[in-house]
């Protein structure tokens, strides 16, 4: 079970702001970095957002993370067809000494 | 570039045992921990393992402890996942992953392999 949890599905339009929302606890996000990964249907996840808001070399700009407390976002600006997977936030758990997972978010292009 | 190739995987009778490996290159193997990640049919990712880059200390989600072992050979550039006691719910796909961060496993994997399937059933 995660810890973790983030909303089932998000959707929207060309061109439209999107945010995913990841909550967790002072043992996870409030203790640690948060990643972020996407996952396309059948392939490997691949490392999106990392320390919270850095974007690996490769990674659109329209993407872009944040962290509050106990609680971390990526938002999706300019929203394009290519966006569309599945996208997990991640952190070090110091209660569990494990990483855990989001529930995992499922974007939608209309 | 960094590449991870897992193998190992296959259908096993549950309470069987199988042994994954994960072959690594592009990388200087023995400064990075190591994950395993797996992810069952239709479900999301589930962290399984890590493992640190000297093997000195070993980490596990609650639901393998004590049937899965992690472990690595630095002189192989290798990474292995003795899973022992299968259960049905065991079934997924394993993919083994490096840690971002050079002699740390908080930051969490950046590169993943392409995962190898396990299914386990009578």
């Known amino acids: 079970q995660s810890v973790l949890t983030q909303p089932p599905s998000v959707s929207g339009t060309p061109g439209q702001r999107v945010t995913i929302s990841c909550s967790g606890s002072?043992?996870?996000?409030?203790?640690?970095?948060v990643n972020w990964y996407k996952q396309l249907p059948g392939t490997a996840p691949k490392l999106f957002i990392y320390s919270n808001d850095e974007r690996p070399s490769g990674v659109p700009d329209h993407f872009s993370g944040s962290k509050s407390g106990t609680s971390a976002s990526l938002a999706i600006s300019g929203l394009q067809s290519e966006d569309e997977a599945d996208y997990y936030c991640a952190a070090w758990d110091d209660s569990l000494n494990g990483y855990v997972f989001g529930t995992g978010t499922k974007v939608t292009v209309l | 570039q960094v590449q991870l190739v897992e193998s190992g995987g296959g259908v096993v009778q549950p309470g069987r045992s199988l042994r994954l490996s994960c072959a690594a290159s592009?990388?200087?193997?023995?400064?990075?921990?190591m994950h395993w990640v797996r992810q069952a049919p239709g479900k999301g990712l589930e962290w399984v393992a890590v493992?640190?880059?000297?093997?000195?200390?070993?980490y596990y989600t609650d639901s393998v402890k004590g049937r899965f072992t992690i472990s690595r050979d630095n002189s192989k550039n290798t990474l292995y996942m003795q899973m022992n006691s299968l259960r049905v719910d065991d079934t997924a796909v394993y993919y083994c992953?490096?840690?971002?961060?050079?002699?740390?496993?908080?930051?969490?994997?950046?590169?993943w392999g392409q995962g190898t399937l396990v299914t386990v059933s009578s």
């Open positions: 493992i640190s880059y000297d093997g000195s200390y070993k």
């Open positions: 002072t043992s996870n996000i409030g203790s640690n970095t």
């Open positions: 592009g990388l200087t193997f023995s400064n990075y921990g």
């Open positions: 992953a490096k840690a971002q961060v050079v002699q740390m496993v908080r930051k969490g994997p950046d590169y």
